[in-house]
């Protein structure tokens, strides 16, 4: 054992593979339960994209929370896990027919509808069952998110949501449709976001809305904030569980909510993200001209963030004690992009070593890939493994 990872029970597994620590995810429920615990009348949609695994998503049906899916696939797997339909969302710009129908089929809370096509798609669906869909506006509320640029969603710019200035008119067209009712409002404004003045930004959003639409008599019984929560990608270990109570305190605080409305939360990377691994071996330590590179067997098929956003992940070496070495730490894919990291210190690393790529829980297994034919990763949680 190095840290916090079984290595003697890593000896006969396949790599590369994610390991989920379930300690540190119930860590992680039990403080989103106590924070959650404080507040009145909100729900927490665990978003089941940032990870899809089954007893992963099993572990933390067990805590209560609902799931935020944005596909049919989504909805049958948080289903397979136990979730209640009626703690399940919808959302997503381009829902299918069968994606719909399956989610009315099964009567879930409801569908965070995106544009008028869907609204009118939806409500003739809803009709053909004779059933009345229940739906939320995704308002695109025009908020910019300190982060990743191919992860912020809530700008007039980006392709979510329904533009601020038509939310009034699509509210009222929906009133005249037999087969849906309109029950409140959808905002996410990205990803990864650290900076709690980004959600203060979104919260006066939400309160300039609710003047706007009591002045014409339109009433709001929920309000979904999205996720967006970012942890601490250069220091997995000091802080394994994200700042929850900051969180959910400055939403509850600055939304101004009204008698009996529901508060709906959707985090996914911050339920999910520390408690995963990819791990690795070292298939050979290979001289450059004037840098050294350690070859993984693991490739961005496997975890894809680091190419694809320049994404920083921490990259232990857990099975050597020596003194450190720096090194370009690579994957084998026929691509320049294939590198975890450049310039990495790690313990002199040999053949057969393994890596820990670290919180990789979210948007890491379930972004794998099987480009150039490789297999996809497998992943263990802890009680797979005694
Ligand atoms: N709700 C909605 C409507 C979303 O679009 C998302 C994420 C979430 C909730 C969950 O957000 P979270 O709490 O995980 O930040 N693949 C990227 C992240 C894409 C996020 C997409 N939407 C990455 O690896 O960073």
């Known amino acids: 054992m190095k840290g916090q990872f079984p290595i003697d029970k890593f000896g006969t597994l396949q790599t590369p ?29 665990y978003a089941i994209k940032a990870n899809a695994n089954p007893q992963v998503l099993r572990t933390i049906r067990e805590y209560g929370l609902g799931a935020d899916c944005v596909s049919g696939g989504e909805i049958k797997a948080a289903l397979q896990a136990g979730f209640s339909p009626d703690k399940i969302v919808f959302a997503g710009v381009g829902k299918a027919d069968w994606e719909i129908n399956l989610g009315l089929d099964h009567g879930i809370f409801c569908f965070n509808v995106e544009s008028i096509p869907e ?76 900076d709690m003045g980004d959600f203060a930004a979104l919260c006066n959003r939400v309160n300039e809305l609710q003047i706007q639409f009591e002045q014409h008599h339109i009433k709001i019984d929920n309000i979904n904030v999205g996720g967006g929560l970012g942890v601490d990608y250069q220091h997995p270990n000091r802080q394994a569980i ?26 996914g990377r911050s339920v999910v993200a520390q408690c995963g691994s990819l791990i690795s071996k070292v298939l050979y330590v290979k001289q450059g001209t004037n840098k050294q590179f350690a070859i993984l067997d693991a490739g961005m098929t496997d975890l894809i963030r680091p190419a694809l956003y320049q994404a920083y992940h921490k990259i232990e070496n857990i099975t050597s004690e020596l003194p450190i070495e720096t090194y370009d730490v690579v994957g084998p894919i026929c691509e ?6 450049k310039a990495v210190d790690l313990n002199k690393t040999s053949r057969g070593d393994l890596i820990a790529i670290r919180s990789a829980g979210a948007y890491g297994e379930i972004m794998a890939s099987q480009y150039n034919c490789r297999t996809l990763p497998h992943g263990y949680v802890t009680e797979d493994l005694f």
Request: net charge negative; charged share 25%; no cysteine.
């Open 17 to 45: 593979f994610y390991y989920y620590d379930t300690r540190i995810l119930r860590q992680t429920l039990e403080a989103i339960r106590q924070e959650v615990g404080k507040i009145e009348n909100a729900v927490v949609h």
């Open 242 to 267: 994200p700042d929850f109570r900051e969180y959910f305190k400055t939403i509850n605080t600055l939304i101004k909510r009204r008698e009996g409305q529901v508060l709906h939360f959707e985090p």
């Open 119 to 194: 609204l009118e798609i939806i409500n003739d669906l809803a009709a053909a069952k004779g059933v009345v869909a229940k739906v939320e506006f995704r308002v695109n509320p025009d908020v910019k998110a300190h982060t990743h640029a191919n992860i912020t969603t809530g700008m007039a710019e980006n392709k979510f949501g329904i533009a601020l200035g038509d939310i009034e008119y699509v509210i009222e067209l929906a009133s005249h449709m037999q087969n849906v009712k309109f029950i409140g409002l959808h905002f996410h404004i990205g990803s990864q976001i650290l």
């Open 336 to 341: 320049s992009s294939d590198v975890f990291g």
